[in-house]
């Protein structure tokens, strides 16, 4: 079946560090890929996507490619911000169904 | 703001209690979704309904009833809940290969 694994955490930042979150997966066929994140009290929000190898998925200063030869999909911000502070989720869907990596906590502090 | 609206976002309940939450959402997505997610933990996949048409259903207890009246709107009725049952319940919708739009969630305790 699919499964991704995700980066464990807690992690903890200074405001302005290298942020990255390791995420990889195994799936049948060619999943798209997603981080999604969760503020505090909130639900999920779609994060990036990609849908094809080679692709990079970026907003607000996050980016992730999608590495077929690794099967990678790692999470990078260059420079985070005290709202960066989440719970970060990498995820996959192949034939439908979305399958989630554990969840990896981010604290930045000022 | 989300564009998938759940109610309520607060609930709690006792074990003999009946209740149920509500999505509703105007994006014309056809299929919706219901997660349980337990605090730290990434959302669990509880019931599929695509078409108005339960696809799957995650090997749910009975005591968690869903119902999908229309195309914009989705369910879940609760009946004799477990205290075990407390979570986040986040519903969701996408259409086609579309990523999932989730809401903002209820938040149930069960005393």
């Known amino acids: 079946g699919n499964s991704v694994t995700q980066m464990e955490g807690p992690v903890t930042l200074s405001e302005e560090a290298f942020l990255t979150i390791n995420c990889t997966y195994t799936a049948t066929g060619y999943p798209s890929l997603f981080w999604y994140v969760q503020y505090p009290g909130e639900g999920l929000q779609l994060l990036l996507k990609?849908?094809?190898?080679?692709d990079k998925g970026s907003n607000k200063g996050f980016e992730a490619t999608y590495r077929k030869e690794t099967t990678s999909f790692h999470l990078e911000k260059g420079s985070v911000q005290v709202s960066d502070s989440a719970v970060y989720f990498c995820?996959?869907?192949?034939?439908?169904?979305?399958?989630f990596g554990q969840g990896t906590i981010l604290t930045v502090h000022p | 703001d989300t564009e998938v609206t759940q109610t309520p976002k607060h609930l709690v309940m006792g074990m003999t209690n009946k209740k149920s939450l509500k999505c509703e959402q105007h994006m014309g997505h056809r299929a919706m979704y219901w997660y349980k997610q337990k605090a730290k933990k990434p959302p669990e996949l509880m019931f599929v309904y695509s078409y108005e048409k339960l696809s799957i259903n995650e090997s749910v207890p009975s005591r968690f009833s869903p119902e999908c009246p229309n195309s914009s709107l989705l369910n879940l009725h609760l009946h004799a809940l477990q205290p075990e049952d407390s979570a986040l319940y986040l519903c969701?919708?996408?259409?086609?290969?579309?990523?999932?739009?989730f809401g903002n969630g209820t938040r149930l305790t069960v005393t």
């Open positions: 990609a849908t094809k190898a080679d």
């Open positions: 995820g996959g869907t192949s034939y439908g169904k979305l399958t």
């Open positions: 969701a919708s996408s259409q086609g290969v579309s990523p999932l739009h």
